[in-house]
């Protein structure tokens, strides 16, 4: 049967590793907390299995520390990984930027504006998820535009460090970035200019950078 095929337990295993990596990003499960597979499994819905994947990956991945035989917790936030992860994604984003402004369309770029004007009113708002969300979208449109696979696993992967951080200052009262960096950065992508976009990219994730450095 041709139909029948072994996907569920990735499917799982990928629902698994989504809903704890949310849940460490939004600190419903506090740095420093233990974390164990089978109390996980049950809250979840699932067996164990793709709750210990799920566990392997976001140990690889720096949101949880495992020590064989005796505990598996969530890392506590470190200001250098985070610097770390922001020079990655960083990167990443310029890289995806210098390629999709020649490729961008009009929709995308009213695309760019509905987000940003969502991300200010969230911010205004005090909404963390909603302005986070809504400044996933306007990225994502760069990512989108500019096909590069390798690039978006990279910054999917290391975002969440990032993140952990912006959350935890936008509840001490920060502001999660800037609605004005990213108008300059639309501004700039609507009069395809490569360079002024790049550059404005580049400034973004120096501010989050130096957010760490702050810590």
Known sequence: MKAIRPLARTLLRDQAYASIRDAIVAGEIEPGAVVRDAELAERLGLSRAPVREAFARLVDEGLLESKPQSYTRVTRVDAAEVRDAAAVVGAMHELVTRVAVPRLFAAD?????????????????????????????????????????????????????????????????????????????????AAGDVDQAVDITAEIWRGLAELADSD
């Open 109 to 189: 770029i009213e695309t760019m504006r509905a987000a940003n004007a969502r991300f200010a009113a969230a911010v205004a708002a005090g909404d963390v998820d909603e302005a986070l969300h809504a400044d996933d979208d306007l990225h994502d449109v760069l990512v989108r535009v500019s096909g590069n696979r390798a690039a978006a696993a990279t910054a999917a992967r290391y975002t969440p460090l990032i993140r952990r951080l912006e959350r935890r200052r936008f509840g001490e009262g920060g502001t999660c970035r800037s609605a004005n960096l990213h108008d300059r950065l639309i501004e700039a992508c």
